[in-house]
């Protein structure tokens, strides 16, 4: 129940009025390489200039389903769902450490995580960073349970995390 109400309160915090701000220039250059992938130019990596197409297109789905198909279609609030998204799910995430630190501490994490003014900042703001910590956190669970069971589909799952962190922002 604890972890349902900090899901609620962390969304509420998340998705309200996503479009009230203006972009910031980082998002704009994030919202032009969306578009031109939904204008079917494509993703072309510059290793001196942004990153890995990670964002772009774990944002492609909530675009579409809003009915984003071009640039000029593209808002606000589409491009800065899918960090919130990310954001939500990061809330959640406390509850793969759950045989770790028990109920009180996925709820303690989960609080925090859902009221910290900074978590709350980016996870309305249309870059990586967002995915690349729930990534992170993936990652971080993955290892914890290759290390607790030597099993090597939790390195090969690692693995899988560490190349979308990557592709996400290489820095």
Known sequence: IALVLCLLLGASLRLEQLNTRPMHTDEAVQAYRMGNLLDGEGFQYNPSDGHGPGLLFF??????????????????????????????????????????????GVAVAALLTAISPMHVFFSRYYIMELPMVLLLAAFVFFIWKYFSEQKARWMLCAGTMAAFMHATKET
């Open 59 to 104: 944002s492609l789905p909530v675009s579409l389903a809003r009915g984003a198909t071009s640039y000029l279609q593209l808002d606000e609030t589409t491009l800065r769902l899918t960090p919130a998204i990310f954001g939500i799910a990061l809330i959640a995430a406390a509850l793969l450490f759950r045989r770790l630190i028990g109920n009180t």
